[in-house]
């Protein structure tokens, strides 16, 4: 926990909220491909639950987390960015997202208009307000599934299951996994399997009272230790660009661009809502070193938990802008404050953006060359345009008319295929955030970024939490 020093009211947050409860669904133990599964009643209800604490927090005027100049009234789009991942567990995060925003933006009366004949006109179910909310394709976005269809994570959970350390909690823990068989419903009670367990004997517990009659007391709590330290393995690493840290190195980039709309005065956007899965949560608790300073948080996080990156400005100086890590983990009555990046409480943006950049996987293009990927579709269209690119130099006529029409045919078709890939949205021009770094051009294609190594920030052996 963190004593911060700072006491003035955030000017934006960023909110990274995971989804509510679910029915079951399956994911390969090693490549993380999901089947599809649907949000339940309860899991609504927890996002809106959750939605309406976010708005006592940051859209009350009284509250002393208000965010400065947010509406509180009607939703005002232009403050607000909503995001949400479609892949994974098909549509039970953008649902929640929806439940979540209904909790932060209720139904009210005032949401009418008046008609030329003097009619006032109330949005349905008595005044309903609409939020749009940005679907992200984890086959053309991969911000917030960094791990999906990457080689290079695949072959380092592989390496995992290989270790001698996952060999010996398997040891460990067989005796207790072969009492689980009977309560599985003919499902693997290999290690390796354990994300499943956990998941199945979790949804029984919370929906079938049949199940949770006959569950030994202890057995899942015991189930949900082995899932954290499973889980937390699978998606982290000893070094911050390490690939076990993929699903945090892929969604940062996007995190910074919002910390630069929220300090740019002249963009009225000052809250930004990004709904995932619990993947993202353990990278980044990793290598922000949340984790590492406080081990209970080195696990799964519950439904409808959220982290709030609070933006504050002391003085009003954009180059003194301090961020500050909040948490929420399901259930639990408020925030709770945090230390991390091996400092105490807040943390300027510059040194927070100084410390993770030359870490994160900044584009598409930087992700296909990560993850070793040709074959998705945006990878595909990226290898293409680099083929026609080096086609052009190809020709047969004379060395004199090829260096004119190679050069000449060059310059056409990476434009063609430049045009392409920013029509596609594969590939961005943009000035890079909080530029402050010798080897950072002021404008520049996202084709690559500076590759570096930081301090190593190693994950705990064993973690004790359950529920």
Same mark, same amino acid.
């Given at each position: ?261 929220? %300090? ?6 000052? $809250? @930004?809502?990004? #709904?995932? *899965?619990?993947?993202? =949560?353990?990278? !980044? ?119 004119? %029409? ?6 056409? $078709? @990476?434009?063609? #295929?430049? *045009?392409?890939?920013? =029509?596609?949205? !594969? ?41």
């Amino acid at each position: 926990m963190s004593s911060s020093t700072n006491n003035s009211s955030p000017i934006g947050v960023v909110l990274l909220a995971r989804h509510g409860d679910r029915m079951g669904f399956y994911q390969d133990p090693d490549t993380y491909t999901a089947t599809a599964t649907q949000i339940t009643p309860l899991g609504n209800q927890q996002e809106y639950q959750l939605g309406t604490y976010l708005r006592s927090v940051y859209l009350n005027e009284s509250s002393p987390s208000y965010i400065q100049g947010l509406s509180t009234g009607l939703f005002n789009q232009s403050q607000v960015f909503v995001q949400a991942d479609l892949g994974g567990e098909a549509g039970v995060i953008y649902d929640s997202c929806v439940s979540l925003t209904q909790g932060l933006w209720p139904a009210t009366t005032s949401n009418n208009i008046t008609l030329a004949n003097g009619t006032t006109i109330t949005a349905p179910l008595n005044g309903y307000q609409y939020v749009p909310i940005d679907g992200i394709n984890p086959n053309n976005n991969m911000t917030l599934e960094g791990f999906q269809n990457c080689s290079t994570f695949n072959a380092h959970t592989t390496a995992f299951y290989d270790s001698p350390e996952f060999q010996e909690m398997q040891s460990q823990s067989m005796a207790f996994l072969n009492l689980l068989s009977p309560y599985l419903g003919g499902r693997s009670t290999s290690l390796e399997n354990m994300w499943n367990i956990y998941d199945y004997m979790n949804v029984n517990y919370i929906h079938n009272a049949t199940f949770a009659a006959a569950l030994p007391p202890t057995f899942l709590a015991q189930a949900r230790a082995l899932a954290n330290w499973h889980e937390y393995n699978v998606f982290s690493d000893v070094s911050l660009d390490g690939i076990g840290n993929i699903a945090g190195r892929a969604i940062i980039p996007t995190i910074f661009e919002e910390f630069e709309a929220i %300090l740019d005065p002249t963009n009225p956007t000052k $809250l @930004f809502v990004t #709904a995932i *899965s619990y993947k993202p =949560f353990l990278s !980044l608790f990793n290598m922000t070193g949340v984790a590492a300073a406080n081990p209970q948080l080195a696990g799964i996080v519950d439904y409808a938990s959220v982290v709030a990156l609070e933006l504050r400005q002391p003085n009003g100086d954009p180059s003194e802008a301090t961020v500050r890590f909040n948490f929420k983990n399901g259930s639990d009555p408020q925030f709770t404050t945090y230390n991390w990046m091996n400092t105490t409480g807040d943390i300027k943006v510059t040194s927070l953006y100084n410390a993770l950049w030359s870490s994160t996987v900044n584009g598409t293009a930087d992700w296909c060359s990560v993850c070793q990927n040709t074959e998705v579709s945006s990878c595909a269209a990226l290898t293409l345009a680099a083929q026609q690119a080096h086609a052009a130099a190809l020709s047969p006529i004379s060395p004199v008319g090829a260096g004119f %029409l190679g050069a000449g045919m060059t310059i056409v $078709l @990476f434009g063609v #295929a430049l *045009s392409s890939l920013l =029509f596609f949205g !594969l590939l961005r021009f943009k000035r890079p955030v909080f530029t402050r770094r010798k080897d950072r051009e002021d404008d520049q294609v996202e084709l690559s970024k500076t590759q570096g190594y930081a301090d190593s920030v190693h994950p705990p052996s064993t973690v004790s939490r359950g529920q």
